[in-house]
């Protein structure tokens, strides 16, 4: 790449935010003078909590479970995991929202980002470019299309996240261009800011890209392919990085499963031929034993044998199995309780415990999560 194609790329990525505020500021124009879009355009307000507290009587108080999981991840304290407050609007050529948040998920997991940012959840606008209505762009901050498992936990067939979720994005930053192909199939592109990051690493003049291939076999049942491709450190010592996640999910009846696997490579060092991997598969079951009550497993592994994305206690390699089980019981549609055992063993003592570290844990969670979303009119 040659310098006047780094600085061009540059300079475009680390802007993003000014095509952003210029999209909120060319919408309230078209708002103004189009009654009959904005006739049509509707303004919802969303909101979620959720609250929890962890047992384990080898865990210090408050203390991390460990240093790779960012979701309901403190010992014998309750917490917030998150909370969130949004705004949104779709008319029929412009969408939009804005979404702030907070909780010891965003604690851990936003840590990276500078103060400002860490309080936004969602923030992004986005134009239709096509009469068929089956073509967007989207500038912004938005939730990673890797994975399928959110921060939100009430959107989640378990309580707590899965290793595989817990080691790639929830969040990504830039440009997304979301195509519906067809009934079967949508498509979306991005050109991004990095690896879980709102704004460009300082040094980092490349930016990373990545696409998302959803087939619908019927209503109730798709497959997934998610790429990205970029780098997470400076052009110094750039090493490039590529990540697949792959997943199935279906539902039938009372039954419902995700078999998810992740895969991911980047460069031993700068212009190298070979590579540093690491892996995940994990299965996750459903069980609806009414409207109200529903049970759900999961098994897991995740190696990350050369640490690209993990590092346990004392920095140690994180080779882990894990199993865990769910009670889940709805009162509401809007209220969600929640009770979930999880074990996790590792080949090193990679979990942080009241007496220093250990390489195997048990433990249980209980939470209260509560979501709206309110349409106004």
Same mark, same amino acid.
């Given at each position: 790449?040659?310098?006047?194609?780094?600085?061009?790329?540059?300079?475009?990525?680390?802007?993003?935010?000014?095509?952003?505020?210029?999209?909120?500021?060319?919408?309230?124009?078209?708002?103004?003078?189009?009654?009959?879009?904005?006739?049509?355009?509707?303004?919802?307000?969303?909101?979620?909590?959720?609250?929890?507290?962890?047992?384990?009587?080898?865990?210090?108080?408050?203390?991390?479970?460990?240093?790779?999981?960012?979701?309901?991840?403190?010992?014998?304290?309750?917490?917030?995991?998150?909370?969130?407050?949004?705004? =949104?609007? +779709? @008319?029929?050529? *412009? &969408?939009?929202?804005?979404?702030?948040? $907070? %909780?010891?998920?965003?604690?851990?997991?936003? =840590?990276? +980002? @500078?103060?400002? *940012? &860490?309080?936004?959840?969602?923030?992004? $606008? %986005?134009?239709?470019?096509?009469?068929?209505?089956?073509?967007?762009?989207?500038?912004?901050?938005?939730?990673?299309?890797?994975?399928?498992?959110?921060?939100?936990?009430?959107?989640?067939?378990?309580?707590?996240?899965?290793?595989?979720?817990?080691?790639?994005?929830?969040?990504?930053?830039?440009?997304?261009?979301?195509?519906?192909?067809?009934?079967?199939?949508?498509?979306?592109?991005?050109?991004?800011?990095?690896?879980?990051?709102?704004?460009?690493?300082?040094?980092?003049?490349?930016?990373?890209?990545?696409?998302?291939?959803?087939?619908?076999?019927?209503?109730?049942?798709?497959?997934?392919?998610?790429?990205?491709?970029?780098?997470?450190?400076?052009?110094?010592?750039?090493?490039?990085?590529?990540?697949?996640?792959?997943?199935?999910?279906?539902?039938?009846?009372?039954?419902?499963?995700?078999?998810?696997?992740?895969?991911?490579?980047?460069?031993?060092?700068?212009?190298?031929?070979?590579?540093?991997?690491?892996?995940?598969?994990?299965?996750?079951?459903?069980?609806?034993?009414?409207?109200?009550?529903?049970?759900?497993?999961?098994?897991?592994?995740?190696?990350?044998?050369?640490?690209?994305?993990?590092?346990?206690?004392?920095?140690?390699?994180?080779?882990?199995?894990?199993?865990?089980?769910?009670?889940?019981?709805?009162?509401?549609?809007?209220?969600?309780?929640?009770?979930?055992?999880?074990?996790?063993?590792?080949?090193?003592?990679?979990?942080?415990?009241?007496?220093?570290?250990?390489?195997?844990?048990?433990?249980?969670?209980?939470?209260?999560?509560?979501?709206?979303?309110?349409?106004?009119?």
């Amino acid at each position: 790449m040659n310098a006047k194609t780094s600085n061009f790329i540059s300079s475009m990525t680390k802007h993003i935010y000014i095509i952003l505020l210029l999209f909120v500021f060319v919408s309230s124009n078209l708002f103004a003078q189009t009654k009959t879009d904005s006739a049509k355009g509707n303004w919802t307000i969303s909101g979620y909590t959720d609250v929890y507290i962890s047992g384990n009587k080898s865990g210090e108080n408050k203390q991390k479970i460990s240093n790779f999981q960012f979701n309901h991840n403190r010992y014998n304290q309750p917490a917030l995991n998150l909370a969130y407050l949004g705004i =949104a609007h +779709e @008319s029929n050529s *412009f &969408r939009m929202e804005m979404t702030v948040h $907070a %909780g010891t998920y965003v604690h851990d997991n936003y =840590a990276a +980002e @500078s103060g400002f *940012f &860490r309080n936004i959840n969602k923030a992004y $606008a %986005g134009v239709l470019l096509n009469k068929k209505r089956s073509m967007w762009l989207d500038v912004g901050i938005f939730p990673s299309f890797i994975g399928f498992e959110s921060a939100v936990s009430f959107d989640n067939l378990t309580l707590t996240r899965s290793l595989l979720a817990e080691n790639s994005p929830y969040f990504l930053s830039g440009i997304r261009l979301h195509q519906k192909l067809n009934d079967n199939n949508e498509l979306n592109t991005y050109l991004l800011t990095g690896w879980q990051r709102i704004t460009m690493l300082k040094g980092n003049s490349l930016p990373s890209i990545g696409f998302q291939w959803l087939h619908f076999f019927n209503e109730s049942t798709k497959f997934n392919w998610s790429f990205f491709a970029g780098t997470d450190q400076p052009d110094a010592n750039r090493k490039m990085r590529y990540f697949n996640n792959f997943y199935y999910q279906s539902t039938k009846k009372k039954f419902a499963y995700t078999l998810g696997f992740d895969l991911g490579f980047e460069q031993k060092m700068k212009g190298a031929s070979s590579n540093n991997y690491w892996l995940s598969p994990v299965l996750i079951a459903q069980y609806t034993l009414h409207d109200q009550l529903k049970l759900a497993g999961r098994i897991e592994k995740y190696n990350d044998p050369s640490s690209v994305i993990t590092r346990g206690a004392n920095n140690q390699v994180l080779n882990a199995n894990g199993i865990s089980f769910n009670l889940d019981y709805a009162p509401t549609k809007s209220l969600l309780l929640r009770a979930e055992w999880r074990k996790l063993s590792a080949s090193n003592n990679v979990f942080q415990i009241k007496s220093g570290t250990t390489n195997n844990i048990n433990y249980f969670i209980i939470s209260a999560s509560y979501k709206f979303n309110y349409l106004l009119k």
